[in-house]
């Protein structure tokens, strides 16, 4: 209980949330009625059979095919906002959460007939509310899905233009299934929006599924300047190294890898290693509403597992500030 509130207590930043990835099964049903969606015949029907289901993924494919039905139920400018403000209401309130940077996947949404602005402008006026009312910090990543071709990427990003202009849109992610779909397919992407804005924030999902050339191939070829779960950088002492020396962190995910079967157990997720060659990383929920934790579930996770005394605690969370996408005072305000 002590440790629970200590844990709390520190001040959290997320990298790795995906807004899509906070439907829980309540809201994911209402929307559904709301906007008469049909959900597939084989669809849960009730939240309990639904929450059930997700305690079974065989591995990243499986879930993908869920999150993207529960996606379709996502149809106006409010249900954007709705979702949005939920995930920020409850880790504000309940998790001690100081800083978010959230991921988008538009495509899901454009090439249902959703366009664009529904889709941004719900989820920004989602972060506005948040930051006047609850006091957190928010970043908007779009990510791009890889596994459509890096033609409707672009076709994306132009979508998105006056964002990335604008800065609305923070930075740039790549999501979905990671293989067959290396990050090399994407280069034509990553230097359309550095094109756009010269210092927007570059980062991509490498090392889940993929093996550690797609995190090496990810930083070489695209540039990104921070990798989500890149756990598989294990399989390297010389990348390990590398990331280290060049300060990316890595935004690791451990309930989200239990739950798609990347590790058996917790204590088999290379914390310790990464610890031990000063490669950053941070502790994030992915797609809590599927994984059954939000940010804070995924500390006490960790500290029940590896009980790691207080310094390794704050240098995480040093770690996770100085990693952070946000204005060097609001690092400075966390610190
Ligand atoms: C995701 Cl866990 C994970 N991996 C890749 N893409 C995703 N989109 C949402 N969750
Ligand atoms: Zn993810």
Redesign the pocket.
């Known amino acids: 209980e002590t440790m629970r509130n200590f844990l709390q207590e520190l001040p959290k930043c997320e990298h790795h949330v995906?807004l899509?990835?906070t439907l829980e099964p309540e809201l994911l049903f209402e929307l559904a009625k709301r906007n008469n969606i049909v959900l597939p015949e084989q669809f849960p029907k009730s939240k309990a059979e639904l929450t059930e289901r997700y305690n079974n993924f065989a591995d990243?494919q499986d879930?993908?095919d869920f999150?993207y039905i529960g996606t379709s139920v996502l149809l106006t400018e409010d249900d954007f906002f709705q979702l949005a403000w939920n995930y920020f209401e409850r880790v504000a309130k309940n998790d001690g959460l100081a800083h978010t940077e959230v991921f988008f996947?538009p495509q899901s949404h454009t090439e249902r007939g959703v366009s664009m602005d529904t889709v941004v402008k719900g989820f920004k006026r989602g972060c506005e509310k948040a930051e006047e009312e609850l006091g957190i910090s928010t970043k908007l990543i779009m990510c791009l899905l890889r596994h459509l071709p890096s033609s409707h990427g672009l076709e994306t990003i132009n979508q998105a233009e006056e964002y990335i202009v604008n800065g609305h849109i923070h930075a740039l992610g790549l999501?979905?299934?990671?293989k067959p779909f290396p990050p090399e397919l994407f280069v034509e992407c990553y230097e359309k929006v550095k094109q756009l804005h010269g210092s927007i924030n570059l980062t991509a999902?490498a090392g889940?599924e993929g093996d550690h050339t797609y995190i090496t191939n990810s930083l070489d070829l695209l540039n990104v300047k921070r990798i989500d779960h890149g756990v598989n950088s294990i399989q390297s002492v010389e990348l390990l190294q590398r990331l280290s020396d060049e300060r990316i962190l890595l935004s690791v995910?451990p309930l989200?890898n239990i739950k798609?079967q990347v590790f058996k157990e917790l204590t088999q997720i290379p914390l310790l290693k990464f610890l031990e060659h000063d490669v950053p990383f941070s502790l994030n929920s992915?797609?809590p509403a599927y994984f059954g934790g939000y940010i804070l579930d995924n500390y006490i996770a960790i500290h029940e597992n590896f009980g790691f005394k207080i310094e390794i605690w704050e240098k995480i969370v040093k770690n996770s500030i100085h990693g952070s996408w946000c204005h060097q005072s609001r690092k400075d305000e966390l610190l």
């Open positions: 995906h899509e990835g990243l879930f993908l999150y996947d999501d979905s299934a990671e999902h889940e995910c989200s798609l992915d797609d």
